[in-house]
């Protein structure tokens, strides 16, 4: 027997929004969870976001993070969604100032900074074997190479000019195209396109998989960009990395050793802006959608 009311927080990182659940008592228990997310994060008819998270309990670590993209399938991770959940994990009780959160990606770290909204996810390790530079792409793109990254989730890196004011029907045609690949990315792909401002600011947008749309921001995006910047030379990996999003700006730091980038941090807001109550309507689907 479902809910006939849902408690729920909703937050945003950079403009990236999530409609946040605290699961511990097993509250979505019943739910077909897919369905469910695609229809509460339905623009227009719902709440709306770009992803759904729950807050679950764990055997290893504070808590679980379970997220699902706005499509309503299940992603391993999100940084902008790690961020967000970390600050609510605080303050619902699940955790400390400082916690740890089991994901699907593995085991990650969160620092709540004092009296701010801002919050510091430690990734894991990135191996630098999960990297692969200077791609060619053959086809009609954003450029002729591209740079791919495994951070938790795959990201393709685009360095393009004039981010800014690259054409928003632009940005989506290229996304679509790249994401959707499969001789390339059989599994999909997110898609950020890069430019660089001075050797410690980029500047990014990024088409992400799930939401198949361009978000504000995408933190795992940034963090991949950065490092792949880092690596080739093209920003100071000894220093933090700025990153300015369409919404906010995060900052990336990390080490470079001889196998992987380590102590990875991204920085950023994390802002509760209202929390309520999920009705049946906000989630069942619509029974007399309009006549063709």
Known sequence: MTRKRIPFAKMNGCGNDFIVVDNRDHLMDGFDLSA?????????????????????????????????????????????????????????????????????????????????????????????????????????????????????????????????????????????????????????????????????TLQIRTYERGVEAETYACGSGSTAAAIIAGILGIVEASAPVTLLTRRGTLRISYQIAADAARDVYLEGDAKLVARGELLPDAWLPDHNPPAP
Request: hydrophobic share 40%; with cysteine; glycine share 10%.
């Open 36 to 200: 469910f997310v695609k229809n509460v994060c339905a623009r227009g008819t719902s709440v709306g976001a770009d992803g759904f998270m729950m807050l679950e309990p764990s055997e290893i670590a504070d808590f679980t993070m379970r997220y699902f993209n706005a499509d309503g399938s299940e992603g391993e991770m999100c940084g902008n969604g790690a961020r967000c959940l970390s600050r609510f994990a605080h303050l619902v009780g699940a955790a400390g100032e400082t916690m740890s959160f089991e994901t699907l990606a593995g085991i990650y770290h969160a620092e709540i900074l004092s009296g701010s909204q801002t919050v510091r996810v430690k990734f894991p390790d990135v191996s630098l074997s999960e990297l692969q530079f200077h791609q060619p792409y053959a086809a009609d793109g954003p450029a002729a190479q591209y740079h791919y990254g495994f951070v938790g989730v795959p990201h393709t890196v685009w360095f393009v000019d004039r981010v800014a004011q690259l054409a928003d029907e632009q940005l989506i045609r290229w996304g679509k195209q790249i994401r959707y690949d499969k001789s390339l990315f059989p599994q999909g792909t997110n898609v950020n396109f890069v430019e660089v401002l001075d050797p410690h």
